[in-house]
């Protein structure tokens, strides 16, 4: 694998390539958090030859909605991304409230999402929640004002455990 292995930002010193034969590697990740989820691509160069692989790094956890104690939608972004980080959680992704929605989750208020999109999932359509005659799903608002909107807050959190955070 020679020596020009590179890693960044909050990447350094916690992922390296474990060499396990000439043509075999293994990404390693050590001290996982929350915003390790995701897919992550590794590039190998030898000589002329490229080669590619793209890895899923999924985390088995919860989406929650986050309704602050003043009522609904006073959150801004910033303050949304706070309040889950209040929770020892992230702002939920889209992926992951889509899961959470196959699984389940019907929430009728608007909330953050971490790309700064506005959803909320619905089971069981009904008139307050986009009316009773559409069909379940995930509701969008599309990318809003961070600053200036507010809404809630969709969060994630797993329950991973910090001596087994190597992948």
């Not at 909330?111 to 700064?116: F, P, V």
């Not at 599309?142 to 994630?156: A, L, P, Q, S, T």
Request: charged fraction near 25%; glycine fraction near 10%; hydrophobic fraction near 30%.
């Amino acid at each position: 694998m020679g020596f020009h292995k590179k890693s960044y930002g909050s990447f350094h010193g916690r992922v390296h390539l474990q060499g396990a034969s000439e043509n075999d590697a293994s990404l390693v990740i050590t001290e996982i958090t929350l915003e390790d989820y995701g897919k992550y691509k590794c590039e190998v160069i030898d000589g002329l030859e490229d080669d590619t692989g793209v890895v899923s790094l999924d985390l088995q956890g919860v989406v929650f909605p986050y309704l602050p104690r003043l009522g609904r939608y006073n959150l801004n972004f910033h303050d949304a991304d706070k309040a889950c980080q209040d929770q020892d959680a992230i702002v939920a992704s889209f992926d992951q409230l889509y899961d959470a929605w196959r699984g389940g989750l019907d929430w009728c208020n608007a909330g953050w999402l971490s790309d700064g999109s506005v959803q909320y999932p619905i089971t069981k359509p009904r008139e307050p929640c986009g009316g009773k005659n559409t069909v379940p799903g995930v509701r969008n608002y599309g990318i809003r004002d961070k600053e200036n909107n507010r809404y809630d807050v969709f969060c994630f959190t797993s329950n991973y455990k910090e001596d087994d955070s190597t992948i």
